[in-house]
Nanobody, 116 residues
Framework: QVQLVESGGGLVQPGGSLRLSCAASGSIFSINRMGWYRQASGQQRELVAA???????NYADSVKGRFTISRDNAKNTVYLQMNSLKPEDTAVYYC??????????WGQGTQVTVSS
């Protein structure tokens, strides 16, 4: 079993920044992809950004140039640096991890609210 603990959400004004963290622990042998998804109220969950074990990122078009995903393999942790935040970025952000054996795990979610 793998546990994911997210942190870093909160309330921020438009144009502000937040940094999300997600630390994986438990029965981890090898983590492949790590990523962040978000779900706004009344909307479907969507990919925000993901990163491979080799550090190759991909981003949703809506966050390109504003968000940066990174990972620390030694700490089994993935980060999401969010800059120039907009009200439409308001959502619950979820961490997702896929292991080399294709097991998939989700974090509990952290609320990000962008409002003046």
């Amino acid at each position: 079993q793998v546990q994911l603990v997210e942190s870093g959400g909160g309330l921020v004004q438009p144009g502000g920044s937040l940094r999300l963290s997600c630390a994986a622990s438990g029965s981890i042998f090898s983590i492949n992809r790590m990523g962040w998804y978000r779900q706004a109220s009344g909307q479907q969950r969507e990919l925000v950004a993901a990163i491979t074990s080799r550090g190759i990122p991909n981003y949703a078009d809506s966050v390109k140039g504003r968000f940066t995903i990174s990972r620390d393999n030694a700490k089994n942790t993935v980060y999401l640096q969010m800059n120039s935040l907009k009200p439409e970025d308001t959502a619950v952000y979820y961490c997702r991890v896929v292991t080399d054996t294709s097991n998939l795990y989700w974090g509990q979610g952290t609320q990000v609210t962008v409002s003046s």
